[in-house]
């Protein structure tokens, strides 16, 4: 299994932005599957997940209600919506692949993407 995301960029505060990762292997159905982002100095953060199925999710709660992840089992790939952004977003974002974990309880994540660097301007 391998990812790959894309859609990082530099926007205004206030604006949206949405994240992918192409989920290439065949355990696309049955991973689970987060985001987590991390900026130099910073501890990593999980900012959400999903589950195989898509019909549980987690969100961190500083970015509940501006977040959203949702998967597309017919193009294996896991988006990460972002809106309202602040500056305090600033980061750079990590897809990750975990295994069969429908309530979303533990989960190791064994796979990892190289990161999309998202800059938020005041």
């Known amino acids: 299994v391998q990812v790959v995301e894309s859609g990082g960029g530099l926007v205004q505060a206030g604006g949206s932005l949405r994240l992918s990762c192409a989920v290439s292997g065949d355990t696309f159905s049955s991973s689970t599957l987060a985001w987590f982002r991390r900026a130099p100095g910073k501890e990593r953060e999980s900012v959400a997940t999903i589950n195989w199925s898509g019909r549980k999710t987690d969100v961190a709660n500083s970015v509940k209600g501006r977040f959203t992840i949702s998967r597309d089992s017919a193009k294996n790939t896991v988006y990460l919506e972002m809106n309202s952004l602040n500056p305090e977003d600033t980061d750079v974002y990590y897809c990750?692949?975990?295994?069969?974990?429908?309530?979303?309880?533990?989960?190791?994540?064994?796979?990892w993407g190289p990161g999309t660097q998202v800059t938020v301007s005041s």
């Open positions: 990750a692949a975990g295994k069969f974990d429908p309530d979303l309880l533990t989960t190791a994540y064994g796979v």
